[in-house]
Nanobody
């Protein structure tokens, strides 16, 4: 299993920016062997995929965040980032980092490791 720790959440006004970080660790962990993803979940709603980056560096985004969010990773630091610009109130949610050694997916159940989450709140 992989240990994931998110940080960088906070409260911002509409139009503001935040950068989330997820530091991954494990006895034999190297981030280049994993598929990483960011999910988010608002109160009363299902957990939804935000962005993914697979072990070959291929990236996908949810339509709702394309052009505003950027996922990236620092291989030397075993860290994945989510840069969030032009934030909207509908982006308000708990944001989770996830990892899996085999597959990249938009389904939460596909991921074997999860962080505790970091809260993002965007006010109008």
């Amino acid at each position: 299993q992989v240990h994931l720790v998110e940080s960088g959440g906070g409260s911002v006004q509409s139009g503001g920016s935040l950068r989330l970080s997820c530091v991954a660790s494990g006895y034999t962990f190297t981030i280049t062997s994993y598929c990483m993803a960011w999910f988010r979940q608002a109160p009363g709603k299902d957990r939804e995929g935000v962005a993914t980056i697979d072990s070959d560096g291929r990236i996908t985004y949810a339509d709702t965040v394309k052009g505003r969010f950027t996922i990236s990773q620092d291989n030397a630091k075993n860290t994945v980032y989510l840069q969030m610009n032009s934030l909207k109130p509908e982006d308000t949610a708990m944001y989770y980092c996830a990892a899996d050694s085999e597959y990249v997916s938009w389904l939460p159940a596909a991921y074997t490791s999860w962080g505790q989450g970091t809260q993002v709140t965007v006010s109008s």
